[in-house]
């Protein structure tokens, strides 16, 4: 099940040269209820790339979304992105289940639902 997404969120920056991985926002990743190195899955809406990674914490209020390694060939700053974790639940977890999602403006920043 979808447990978190960030949406339509504006790549800042695209670093070929890290490990891997995507810097995001301190603040951003709380709202969405993200955790360091947790997997996340990224929906390149310009270009239509798809990718897995893991997280990496960003600072707070910076509106960082920075994508690394090999994956930043996939994402260039300017595009748009949704960031996507996923949750394995039973069906008793179904009802009460509700995914967080974070609708961004194109500073990144939060904005109200």
């Not at 997404?5 to 040269?17: F, M, P, S, W």
């Not at 891997?20 to 209820?33: C, F, P, Q």
């Not at 960031?83 to 009460?96: F, G, H, K, N, R």
């Amino acid at each position: 099940m979808l447990k978190s997404k960030i949406h339509r969120a504006r790549v800042t920056e695209a670093n070929l040269d890290y490990e891997g991985s995507v810097t995001i926002d301190r603040e951003l990743m709380k709202r969405a209820d993200l955790w360091p190195f947790e997997r996340v899955e990224i929906y390149n809406v310009d270009n239509g790339a798809r990718f897995a990674t893991y997280v990496i914490e960003g600072a707070a209020a910076s509106g960082v979304i920075c994508i690394n390694g090999a994956a930043a060939h996939l994402a260039r700053p300017g595009h748009k992105v949704i960031i996507c974790s996923y949750v394995a639940m039973t069906e008793a977890d179904l009802p009460a289940y509700k995914p967080r999602v974070v609708l961004v403006d194109e500073r990144n920043r939060p904005r109200a639902l």
